[in-house]
């Protein structure tokens, strides 16, 4: 229990370490809804911060100005997540005719204290804003954002069997 509330900690100082495609992903999603704001949530395993399988949401008000997730979407995307140990490690959305900013509304809605909000502006045709910020208790902080190479974050984790290492023992 006091490893878990010191790595929470340690991560309210973190960027966000976010694949190329799925970066290029969510652009796509909110170029595709422009004029209207695009919405969706990055899961991954729970307690790891790696987000690892995008899932685009639909804006139930289907607004320029506001967005809110479908609420049966959602439902089933907590029953999904709580049946594969996995959480919201990114709540994203876009913005279309102003910057890439938390509003007073998204920050009054902003309800995971552990995930990263993206923030996609589209006000500019030929080029994006994409930004993430840290929302608790109603509070705003800007952080970094890490792209890495797309695929990098693909291997799996719970591979604790050694492979190849027990021929050299054999051999020896
Ligand atoms: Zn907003």
Known sequence: MIRVSAARLVRLDSVLSIPADMVEAIVAHARADHPDE???????????????????????????????????????????????????????????????????????????PQAHYVLVSTRKPDSHEFRSFRIIDGEVTEEDVEIISAGADVEPTSNDVPGSTETDLVQS
């Open 38 to 112: 695009a919405c969706g949530i990055i899961a991954g395993p729970a307690g790891t911060d790696r987000p690892t399988r995008l899932v685009p949401m639909t804006n139930a008000e289907r607004s320029p100005t506001f967005y809110r997730f479908d609420s049966g979407e959602q439902l089933r995307l907590h029953k999904q997540l709580d049946a594969a140990a996995e959480e919201v490690v990114v709540v994203y959305h876009s913005h279309t005719a102003t910057e890439a900013y938390p509003s007073r509304t998204d920050i009054s809605y902003a309800g995971e």
